[in-house]
């Protein structure tokens, strides 16, 4: 480790969470599909949840922390 900022690799690796990004984006629209034949609440609920908590959210975040390091 050098200590120094690869920029090379802090744009390929935002390339790919930008994928990812889109990939949940289009898994959004799935789950909405899915959402609507769901008749349990809670389990409507954590569905809901799911994709918006872990998958999104921290793909985005990865994405707007490495354009600082491009």
Do not use: F, W
Not at 17 to 40: F, K, M, P, S
Request: aromatic share 2%; charged share 35%.
């Amino acid at each position: 480790m050098t200590g120094t900022v690869n920029r090379e690799e802090a744009h390929a690796l935002r390339e790919q969470y930008e994928a990812i990004c889109a990939t949940a984006e289009n898994l959004e629209g799935r789950r909405r599909e899915v959402r609507h034949q769901i008749e349990d609440p809670i389990a409507r609920h954590l569905l809901q949840r799911s994709l918006d908590k872990l998958t999104k959210s921290s793909a985005v975040l990865m994405v707007r922390l490495l354009r600082h390091l491009e």
